[in-house]
């Protein structure tokens, strides 16, 4: 059980944080697909989905999982996220509820989680850019497993076909574990090309450190 939690834990710390506080126009969607290998010959796949249902709410879906020598672990969930009545012209807040399933094998337990985002535009000589900070907690009523995620990113977009960030997210959980991880992302996107691509590093800290290739499909419609 406390081999689950911590590789679990490492997964949903490990997310590509697209989401941030930002709402997408209605009926404009964005959808995500990420691997990640690590040191340690551990797959790590993230599938995300979001809709803009109307000009207030955005919805989606956000799927974590993980394939090891021991079997193939993970969780997912779907989500609804409006907008806050305290941004401006450069700033926006948001929340976000959401329900799912961790599942571990065959075993299944559901799960409910409750998030506050903040987002900004920022300009780094002629280069514009975004921070993003998203918290979360996560309640698991069937282990009883409380969850509290943290993530920033800072990115900053070139011009109109690629962009990096840098993201740092952190996992918590009541069982006394934690994690850490660390990861740098180029984001290209080809001339009159449907979609992007995603290549980066990433760094976990927890009961040991570990490293990580990730690769990604982005693709706004």
Known sequence: M???VAILCSSLAATSATAGAWLRDKGAGFSATTTTLTDQLVTKNSIYFEYGLTTKTTIGLDVDMIATG???IGSGRVFARRALPFGNDRSVWAY????????DGIAVTPLARLGLSYGRGIKLGRYDGWLGVDTALQWNFGTALR????DTIAGLKFNNRSKAM???????????YS????????V???KRGKF?????VEATQSHRTGYGIKLGLWHSF
Do not use: C, E, H
Request: proline share 2%; charged share 5%; no cysteine.
């Open 2 to 4: 406390r081999l689950w």
């Open 70 to 72: 021991w079997g193939q």
């Open 96 to 103: 976000q509820i959401g329900l799912g399933a961790d599942f």
């Open 147 to 150: 969850t509290a995620k943290v």
């Open 166 to 176: 840098v993201q740092m997210f952190w996992t918590g959980t009541n069982t006394g």
């Open 179 to 186: 994690a850490a991880t660390l990861s740098s992302s180029y």
């Open 188 to 190: 290209y996107t080809p």
């Open 196 to 200: 992007s691509y995603l290549v980066g």
